[in-house]
């Protein structure tokens, strides 16, 4: 472990993969903020991150206006990445590959949330277009339509991007600035004594580093950090599964990212396919457990992507692999901001599957409301942790 090059930073990052690295990098970025960051990160591999077994997907089919803007910036943020970064000349230019989500509707009830959900992201500016069975066929004639009642497609901005990309580059530029990555743990803090901040962590290696701010980027671990201060948040680790597969006969075209009536969900991979699944019996697992179940590929996956395109009843599973959500058991959507009681205590968590295209705008806006106490860009409020302590829920009903 690592030994910190302060006593004291003005703000201290808990978790160092996607989130913990945005906030850092856009606290760094700002000519505002001229404090000192320590991230620490338990992991510096970040195997078991949800960081590192992400599909870096991207959409803009929310039912939430806020949602979609979040996407709409990410859109923007991959695509003129460099230029974000400072027009930096070793910065690479990340593709965004734009063959969008296709959201199939199999009974009238979901149909009609679709078009009500596509009529919003029209006004916000999306390419989301509301599709008969005979629309979807003209496009894309390998998909087996028998119990599809109706379909959502956008291929604006849509799809899925190098996000690993955006994180290492963040991390560099991040260090480049001055921000200490500490591989270390946080085990415990100090509060004041009306508990109403946080004066201090104390790491795994036994150092007390006092602190301005204390950011929790955690993860699916997020709850056990928040319990260091006493505060409670409803997120847990959840399994989520990935296959990489090689069709036969490959499509004559791309494949969008499909969301099917069973909860597969599948798309192109480059050469390969990728499809993926929640298990039957969603619940909350070991921060640990990373243990895969291979009934699922024979008995749920394989299947249900047979039947919906009959081209892949011959197809050879290549990869797979088992990831964690950040699952916000509330409403399935980010707790960002301040504690209602401990004020320094900011969140980024809750993700439950949005993380890695939120993560410019969230990162963004964290680093503005750590630096100013307040958003400068988009009005991230509706995500406060206060709606938690009121149960109220942040209505999206475009989870996957």
Known sequence: MQAPEKTNYDVIIVGGAMYGTAVAWFLADNPDFDGSILVVERDPTYEFTSTAHTNSCMRQQFSAAINIKVSQFAADYVKNFRAYMGGDARVPHPRLHSFGYMYLADNPGFAAVLQ??????????AGTRHMTPDAIAAAYPFYNLDDILAANHNTQD??????????????????ERGVQYLTNEVIAMNRNAAGT?????????GEVIGCGTVVNASGPRAVRTSRMAGIDIPVEPRKRYTFIFEAQTPLDRDLPLTIDPSGVHMRTDGTYYMAGCPPDVDVAVDYDDFTPDHDIWENKVWPAIAHRIPQFEAIRLRNSWVGHYAYNTLDQNAILGPHSEVENFIFVNGFSGHGFQQSPAMGRGTAEWITYGGYRSLDLTPFHYDRIVRGEKFVEKAVI
């Open 197 to 205: 901040r946080v004066e201090s962590v104390i790491l795994k290696s």
């Open 158 to 175: 849509e799809g899925y991007f190098d996000g690993n990309t955006m994180f290492d580059w963040w991390k560099r530029m991040a260090k």
């Open 116 to 125: 009500e959900n596509q009529k919003l992201q029209a006004a916000c500016g």
